[in-house]
């Protein structure tokens, strides 16, 4: 079926999809135009850069390991969506309050990435900043709505071009901050004492520790604030198993693990360049980090290629993070037709990209995001692994056919208010997550043994036969799909593998433009002047060779390994 999502069953076995997706999603997703907002917020935090560099590497390696042990594992087992499992667990009642929350929050997350993309193109028609919660010229309105469009047809499409998308985009958009971060070393050099060039990591951290990461002594935050953010700001879907949607499109439940490319790529490196070109356009333009956006800090480190970059990075992360919400929305009624729900739901998100409060309050709204979804992946942690080591059913409540489980809903509602009840006594909201998974853990056993989980259900054991032997059949389909593949010869044509390596050597004349610009070969100005081209040499090539390779009768090894 054209536009077949899966929305309510498990993905059939055919429709599994290789790893290259999964790693071009996760680094096209992650390395976005809101890494822009984050790094640059990183500079006014008052934290010195080791515990910025620490603090990193630990949240990040917590993130990959939740998405690695918990999200993938629930998703690959189950082939469902977030929305489908959750209402199997607790009832129509329940997903329908969880999908409005959680399609609403989504659609402002989207809103976030398709203003900052909106932030670059405004530069083009000379659109001052944005830098209000409300929009002050309409023309931002307008360019606003324009991006909107575009990353709305892709959601409409599927996950499958949403990974596509990314696949074309995530080699060259990861580059892009490399290249603006070692352009403005040399600027950032020149203006620190005691060092003319940043030859070694020692040279850096002074630089760093003199312009970037400057060391506030009365600062609140420290290096625990940043690894608790860096793992926080996508609980929603690692810990609260929104990206079950995503994953259990994955042959394998080590595919979770790809999620370390969006992680140390995107919210370490990615971060720390975006640092690094926020400090650096600030002082260029002899001004505050606070008082730019992250338009105007691509564009100072990249020229015109700068825009090209926050323009992608922001499609690339609401594509998919747009067809997350119209699922979640879908979920409420499944007669309803996803690529409807999807363009509605993009639509709504587009409206609220006009208000650039969306960006300026990031950080604090991922983490209230993770905050209040992450007692939901609690719940279903605990009714898929723990109920079973405790005697009890899983799925007691569709076996009882409740419409509502009201012991998910207490168990949410009751770690909400213990993450309350910590935040007026001083714990910081970064923090609350801890105490509000275990709570919600501990409360939804104990309220499903008392509603009855620990009863006898006969039709318990018939569903775990069922779903044992849907496991076996998927597991000898890809045996059989192996064998078959590794006996069949696979052609390449020559002129797209031409083609392909064309687009490498574009990304190569980047990066070297970005290390001469970082040598002192050539001015911040001939860098940012020679970066359109070969930019839009790659992106010529890369979208050819996409296109090819998914033309009928040209098969990639990649390709062929892909079918059904």
């Known amino acids: 079926m054209q536009n077949q999502e899966f929305a309510r069953e498990p993905v059939s076995a055919n429709r599994l999809q290789p790893a290259r997706y999964f790693a071009a999603s996760y680094a096209g997703e992650h390395v976005a135009g809101t890494e822009f907002v984050i790094g640059a917020m990183f500079v006014t935090w008052g934290v010195g850069t080791s515990d910025i560099l620490l603090g990193l590497l630990l949240g990040n390696l917590l993130a990959v390991l939740t998405w690695g042990l918990v999200c993938a594992p629930i998703a690959v087992n189950t082939r469902l969506t977030l929305y489908a499992y959750l209402e199997k667990i607790a009832g129509p009642g329940t997903i329908k309050l969880y999908s409005i929350v959680n399609g609403i929050l989504f659609c402002v997350l989207a809103g976030t990435m398709i203003t900052v993309s ?55 958009m990861i580059l892009m901050f490399f290249a603006g971060a070692l352009a403005l070393l040399p600027s950032l050099a020149s203006m620190t004492p005691g060092i003319s060039s940043i030859s070694n990591f020692s040279d850096f951290k002074v630089a760093a520790d003199t312009f970037i ?72 333009l002899q001004t505050s980090v606070t008082a730019l956006d992250a338009g105007e800090v691509a564009y100072q480190a990249l020229g015109a290629a700068g825009i090209i970059a926050v323009i992608i990075a922001g499609w690339t992360t609401s594509n998919p993070t747009i067809y997350r919400a119209g699922l979640a929305f879908q979920s409420i009624n499944p007669k309803w037709d996803r690529v409807k729900v999807t363009i509605i739901t993009g639509v709504v998100t587009t409206v609220i990209a006009c208000f650039p409060f969306v960006f300026s309050k990031l950080m604090d709204f991922v983490s209230i995001m993770g905050l209040i979804l992450a007692p939901v992946g609690a719940v279903i942690v605990t009714e898929h692994w723990i109920l079973p080591k405790c005697n009890m059913t899983r799925y007691w409540s569709s076996y009882r056919k409740l419409y509502t489980n009201y012991a998910a809903i207490g168990a949410w509602g009751i770690a909400l208010l213990v993450a309350l009840l910590c935040f007026n006594l001083g714990v910081h909201q970064f923090f609350l997550i801890i105490p509000s998974w275990i709570t919600a853990t501990l409360s939804y056993l104990l309220l499903a043994k008392m509603s009855g989980a620990s009863a006898f259900y006969e039709q318990a054991g018939q569903h775990e036969q ?22 069949t010869k696979v052609a390449t044509g020559g002129t797209l593998t031409t083609v392909k390596w064309l687009s490498v050597f574009a990304l190569l004349i980047c990066a070297l433009l970005a290390i001469g610009c970082a ?18 040499g790659y992106f010529i090539l890369a979208i050819l060779w996409a296109v090819s390779a998914s033309k009928p009768g040209v098969q990639t090894a990649e390709s062929e390994s892909s079918r059904g």
């Open 118 to 172: 909106a932030s670059a193109v405004r530069i083009l028609f000379d659109i001052p900043p944005q830098v209000n919660w409300y929009p002050s010229n309409i023309g931002f309105v307008a360019v606003a709505l324009l991006v909107g469009a575009v990353v709305v047809l892709v959601a409409a499409k599927g996950f499958k071009r949403v990974a596509q998308f990314a696949e074309v985009c995530a080699p060259w």
């Open 213 to 284: 990461w400057v060391s506030d002594v009365n600062s609140e935050l420290s290096f625990w604030h940043v690894a608790a953010f860096a793992w926080v700001c996508n609980f929603a879907m690692h810990g609260g198993l929104s990206d079950m949607t995503v994953l259990r499109f994955a042959r394998k439940a080590s595919y979770g693990y790809f999620s370390a490319l969006g992680m140390f790529i995107g919210h370490f490196a990615a971060w720390i360049c975006a640092g690094i070109m926020g400090a650096g356009a600030g002082l260029l």
């Open 519 to 536: 040598a002192s070969m050539i001015s911040l100005s001939q860098f940012k002047q020679y970066l359109i081209w070969p930019t839009v």
């Open 466 to 487: 069922s779903e044992a032997e849907r496991i076996q059949s998927e597991l000898q389909y890809w045996l059989k799909h192996t064998q078959q593949k590794n006996s």
